[in-house]
T-cell receptor, first 108, second 113 residues
């Protein structure tokens, strides 16, 4: 069965303290790996799509990478406004399966 | 603003009741997805429609049903509600049948008392 596991469940950082979030997956025939950001009480907001191992995407302080078994979301010099839950999702068959998310808190 | 509209934003009802959640996708999007999000289950895929036809089904209970109308809006019907059905229900849309990036609405918070 397709599985998506995110770690850690929660991460607290000081402003400027860089770190990485992990998304490991086991799917048959990955068609795409997606990262979303979700703020409390709101719907997830698309960040990145990665399609093949070795691919990297960047947006401001965020950088997403992909291997054959996992993806990382690197956050460089985070700011308090980066606080949110970050969701990883994989597309293998007709649905998009989400991980449980990493709740990131960045303290000033 | 994602362009996906969900109504109502909040719904409070009693066990055993039936409710209907409504979703209007982004202009031009043909695919609509429904997800359930609860604290202990994360974001669970329920069902997908493409241009009026059911495309994929996930962990959707038999008490739940959905449809997509000719104008592409979608409704999720939840019946014989139980306490455990309390959750945030999201609708998302995308432009094609293949799963591209999804645009999510702001959700309907359902509370079953």
């Amino acid at each position: 069965e397709d599985q998506v596991t995110q770690s850690p469940e929660a991460l607290r950082l000081q402003e400027g303290e860089s770190s990485s979030l992990n998304c490991s997956y086991t799917v048959s025939g990955l068609r795409g790996l997606f990262w979303y950001r979700q703020d409390p009480g709101k719907g997830p907001e698309f960040l990145f799509t990665l399609y093949s191992a070795g691919e990297e995407k960047e947006k401001e302080r965020l950088k997403a990478t992909l291997t054959k078994k996992e993806s990382f979301l690197h956050i460089t010099a985070p700011k308090p406004e980066d606080s949110a839950t970050y969701l990883c999702a994989v597309q293998a068959s007709n649905d998009m399966r989400f991980g449980a998310g990493t709740r990131l808190t960045v303290k000033p | 603003d994602s362009g996906v509209t969900q109504t109502p934003k909040h719904l409070i009802t009693a066990t055993g009741q039936r409710v209907t959640l409504r979703c209007s996708p982004r202009s031009g999007d043909l695919s609509v997805y429904w997800y359930q999000q609860s604290l202990d289950q994360g974001l669970q895929f329920l069902i997908q429609y493409y241009n009026g036809e059911e495309r994929a089904k996930g962990n959707i209970l038999e008490r739940f049903s959905a449809q997509q109308f000719p104008d592409l809006h979608s409704e999720l019907n939840l019946s014989s509600l139980e306490l455990g059905d309390s959750a945030l229900y999201f609708c998302a849309s995308s432009g094609t049948a293949e799963n591209e990036k999804l645009f999510f609405g702001s959700g309907t918070q359902l509370s079953v008392l």
